[in-house]
């Protein structure tokens, strides 16, 4: 049993009043108890009933460990020194045993205040991985206990403090931490992240075109370009954490972070459709909203079994990341912050900070958008926090929606866009129709498609290059014809602005005769239609059209070389194809552009060669025309429009069935554009998951 001591007082008496002897038994206890900032905030002391509670204080007191110094306080009634022992423990959410305790020593037992410095230190443990409390296990409960004989006056008192991350700041990481040297380029040129109220364009260059007509007709175009950026483009986003000091300030304290987990979040930014033609915005509404209620995040963004990311689990667009121990020197190639799915949010992913080392206060995750041009993403990062619900620990929700959150910060829009790039530009006549790049450049901006210009200006042909150009082609020629229809004497560059000169029809029968060594009555014989050859050369008409193809067929052999050592399309600029387009029977080509010899999948051509008068009527123009044609370069078809007339090689699968515009078509009596069908190809949609009416595109 506790000895009570008994000390004796004696009170004198008042005028008028008696002398009383009154024994108190001798006591001890907190009279307060509690967290200080010097100059600054304070937390609030708890005592247990019946103790009366103490006025001054915060239960929200915070302060940021390690590098801000806060003093504990505790004031004792202990004036017999009856007060054997007094022990410090430090509580955390959820666990019953301390996490740190602390003797006091005689001297901090004494009656009257007493102060500590402490700055959050505690001895390294699975808690505690850096010897400091952090804001994993915040908030903390401090508790005072006294050991002694006599009456006990509150013997225990506790007080509250958090640890608390201010805020988190968004940057765009070092390129260094990328494995790939594409991904690497890609984030040195986006330089920065896009603010909340900005947009930035993720372009995904991608010179890549086709090889042979049968490509326009399958899904050589989506392969391709998912066999060069795979699942897509990789970018480091950091998000760095700071600390609130008891003042509220942002401090730089990484080892309070401690484990806590940050959840990387990303949501579908709405794409507008309204400047389409109606056409064209009928098949993309429609396309855009597949499975749009079925998966999640809800957007337009390109579905999974189209190509696109939507609906796809986090590992798609935040993959996970083995991470490894802070150092002071990063390691090249690999990704620093450990990241793994959400368990419900299945889109979304959590990641842990560096706490020391190059990174120290830093965490992040790879964001990998999809390939697919016109997806637009927002990135969100808040601090991951627990909900009780029925008892239990939520980690992560499946709904869809923002989730509440004191610290979180996002960035602005990414877009994704394909590039492509405009390599040369040779022009043999220097008074050869101009055309506005610009204008060919809007048909694509509308799939999300830069057209980049790389060709440092227009170019002319060296004439002695052109003509061994034009001459080895002729002469590489298995058509005897073609090449009876050639005079080897003509300088072909000089004889004018057209890039094809030939013999007329006169000059080359005589020819024929020469090389068949025949009379006017063999003609027929030698002249007759072929298999591979369906015109009749006897009369001038049927040979003033067969130039037109043999043109096409010597310019594509002939300027193989011409393509250049850059990556892209190159434009080759005449004024007339050949000398007998505007002849009986000669037919104007406006442009083409053919698979090339070499077959080069990084390189390719259109030849561009309407003589000033071709476009006279309709809306047909020039800058169509080429942009019809880098389309064929780019896997598109025609379209069998208008239905009158018969196109060749048009494919109506291909095409939505109500583009009667499309550009790729050759209706001149209204604008044309790229139908809707056209636009997702060049997006790099898999359109072979698509219908070409567009109302059967929808999915719920």
């Known amino acids: 049993m506790a000895r009570i001591s008994l000390t004796a007082s004696v009170a004198l008496a008042a005028p008028g009043g008696r002398n009383r002897n009154r024994l108190r038994p001798a006591s001890h206890g907190i009279a ?75 001297e901090e037992l004494l009656q009257g205040e007493h102060r500590w ?33 006599g009456l006990a006056q509150a013997p225990v008192a506790w007080t509250f403090f958090h640890v608390l991350v ?105 794409e507008a459709i309204e400047h389409h033609a109606p056409t064209a915005r009928a098949f993309l509404k429609h396309a855009l909203d597949r499975h749009c209620s079925t998966s999640q995040p809800k957007g337009d963004n390109a579905h999974r079994d189209v190509g696109g990311k939507r609906g796809a689990p986090s590992l798609a667009v935040f993959p996970r990341q083995a ?69 239990g620990v939520v980690l992560d929700v499946d709904d869809d929606g923002p989730l509440p959150a004191a610290v979180r910060a996002a960035t602005g829009v990414f877009e994704s866009w394909r590039e492509v790039h405009i390599s040369r530009l040779l022009c043999k ?56 229809a050639i005079d080897p004497a003509v300088d072909q560059f000089a004889a004018g602005g057209h890039a094809l000169t030939f013999r007329t029809h006169a000059e080359f029968l005589a020819e024929v005769k020469r090389v068949k060594h025949c009379g006017d009555a063999d003609l027929p014989r030698w002249l007759a239609p072929t298999r591979e050859r369906r015109l009749p050369l006897l009369e001038a008409r049927e040979y003033h059209r067969q130039c037109k193809d043999w043109a096409k067929a010597l310019l594509t052999r002939a300027l193989d070389s011409a393509l250049g050592t850059a990556a892209g399309i190159a434009l080759f600029q005449f004024s007339g194809l050949y000398n007998l387009e505007t002849t009986v029977g000669g037919i104007r080509v406006n442009g083409f552009a053919s698979e090339f010899p070499s077959r080069k999948r990084d390189r ?49 699968k291909r095409h939505d069935v109500d583009g009667k515009d499309c550009l790729m078509g050759y209706d001149f009596t209204t604008e044309r554009r790229f139908c809707g069908l056209c636009l997702l190809r060049l997006r790099g949609w898999n359109t072979h998951a698509l219908d070409r009416d567009g109302a059967r595109n929808a999915r719920p």
């Not at 504990?72 to 009634?77: A, E, I, K, S, V």
């Open 429 to 484: 006549d220097t008074g050869a129709s101009g055309f506005s790049l610009s204008a060919v450049q809007g048909h694509f901006e509308q799939a999300f498609l830069r057209l980049e210009d790389r060709t440092g200006g227009v170019s002319g042909w060296c004439a002695r290059e052109y003509n061994a150009c034009i001459a080895e082609a002729v002469a590489a020629s298995r058509h005897w014809e073609l090449r009876a």
């Open 604 to 652: 390719c051509a259109v030849i561009q060669c309407a003589a000033p008068g071709n476009y006279r009527n309709g809306f047909n123009s020039l800058e169509q025309t080429l942009a019809h044609e880098i389309g064929h370069q780019l896997f598109l078809p025609h379209a069998p429009f208008p239905a009158h007339r018969e196109i060749g090689g048009a494919q109506a």
């Open 117 to 149: 410095a402490w700055d959050g230190r505690v001895p390294e443990s699975e808690t505690s991985p850096d010897g400091v409390v952090t804001v994993e296990h915040s908030p903390y409960k401090l508790k005072l206990t006294l050991q002694g004989s």
């Open 166 to 270: 201010a805020g988190v700041d968004l940057e765009l990481g070092e390129p260094r931490v990328l494995s790939r040297p594409r991904d690497r380029e890609l984030t040195q040129s986006l330089k920065r992240l896009p603010a909340p109220d900005e947009k930035a364009e993720i372009r995904l260059v991608g010179n890549v075109f086709k090889t042979k007509p049968s490509e326009m007709s399958d899904d050589t175009d989506h392969q391709l370009h998912r066999k060069h950026w795979g699942s897509g483009p990789e970018l480091p986003l950091f998000a760095r954490a700071w600390l609130k000091d008891s003042r509220g300030n942002r401090v730089d304290a990484p080892k309070a972070l401690g484990r806590v987990r940050f959840l990387w979040d990303w949501e579908d930014e709405t």
């Open 323 to 391: 991470g490894y121990a802070p150092q002071a020197e990063p390691r090249d190639g690999a990704f620093p912050f450990r990241v793994t799915p959400c368990n419900k949010r299945g889109w979304a992913a959590y990641s842990q900070a560096w706490t020391t080392g190059a990174f120290a206060g830093r965490t992040g995750v790879v964001f990998q958008p999809s390939s697919i041009a016109g997806d637009a993403w927002r990135v969100t990062v808040q601090l991951a926090y627990d909900r009780r619900k029925d008892g």
């Open 32 to 106: 307060d108890f509690r967290l200080r900032s010097p100059g600054g905030p304070q937390s609030r002391c708890h005592r247990p009933v019946p103790f009366p509670a103490l006025t001054g204080g915060d239960d929200g007191f915070h302060f940021a460990p390690e590098v801000e110094p806060v003093e504990l306080t505790w004031r004792l009634l202990n004036t017999s020194g009856l007060v054997r022992a007094g022990k410090l423990e430090l509580f955390t959410r959820y666990r019953k045993a301390p996490l740190w305790s602390r003797e006091l020593s005689r």
